[in-house]
């Protein structure tokens, strides 16, 4: 099957630093990826569409200046979380389509924790 | 836009018995509908879909069935074993353009030992 990647893990950082995320697909090219937030005990919400070479589609309540996404090849995508505050502390995870038919490969998940 | 509606949120069964989880969806136009799996911490992982011109899928344990005109499908996993505790999701896409994902909202499943 396809691999995504997501780099990091997990972060901590301080209230009011920027973050960046990394999803990668490994071994196939991903003209679109997708990032969802997901807090606990609820589920993945859209927040973004990551469209290479031109600007992401983001979803309704979700602030561009805030959570801005760059997919500037076919395999990667980054998502940064500006001046990030507690409450952006969440399970961030990317997917990417392979083909057209819909299945969905997801990166393993980025735990961003704010203080 | 699609909205994809789950219940029950919470189920408990006992080992060996069946669960059943159910989802709605609101867009006729979807087409493809995947169930996951996630474990705490961990991504969603893929356990059985069908796409709108099937009306079951069986993999061993698990099966889902799709009802078009009523627009609602259905997991059912049969003689559940203590692993199968996790969180599951329903899904619906309209495949077809690299259409985006609206998940259920979650049911976590309990086997009780």
């Known amino acids: 099957g396809a691999v995504v990647s997501q780099h990091p893990s997990w972060v901590i950082c301080k209230s009011g630093t920027s973050v960046k995320i990394e999803c990668r697909s490994l071994?196939?090219?991903?003209?679109?990826m997708f990032w969802y937030r997901q807090f606990p005990k609820q589920s993945l919400m859209l927040m973004a569409t990551?469209?290479?070479?031109?600007?992401?589609?983001?979803e309704q309540g979700v602030e561009k200046d805030k959570f801005l996404i760059n997919h500037a090849s076919l395999t990667l995508s980054t998502l940064t979380v500006t001046s990030a505050h507690p409450e952006d502390s969440s399970f961030y995870i990317c997917?990417?389509?392979?083909?057209?038919?819909?299945?969905?490969?997801f990166g393993p998940g980025t735990r961003l924790t704010v203080l | 836009g699609e909205n994809v509606e789950q219940h029950p949120s919470t189920l408990s069964v006992q080992e060996g018995d069946s669960a059943v989880i159910k989802c709605t969806y609101s867009?006729?136009?979807?087409?493809?509908f995947p169930w996951y799996k996630q474990e705490l911490g961990k991504r969603p992982q893929l356990i059985i879909d069908?796409?709108?011109?099937?009306g079951e899928k069986k993999d061993q344990r698990i099966a889902v069935t799709l009802n078009k005109t009523a627009k609602h499908f259905s997991l059912h996993i049969t003689e559940t074993q203590p692993e199968d505790s996790a969180v599951y999701f329903c899904?619906?896409?309209?495949?077809?353009?690299?259409?985006?994902?609206?998940f259920g909202t979650g049911t976590k499943l309990q086997v009780i030992p």
């Open positions: 997917s990417a389509p392979r083909t057209s038919e819909g299945e969905q490969f």
């Open positions: 071994d196939f090219q991903a003209t679109t």
């Open positions: 990551s469209n290479e070479g031109s600007k992401a589609t983001y």
């Open positions: 867009d006729s136009a979807s087409n493809y």
């Open positions: 069908i796409r709108s011109n099937v």
């Open positions: 899904a619906a896409i309209l495949s077809g353009g690299y259409q985006k994902v609206t």
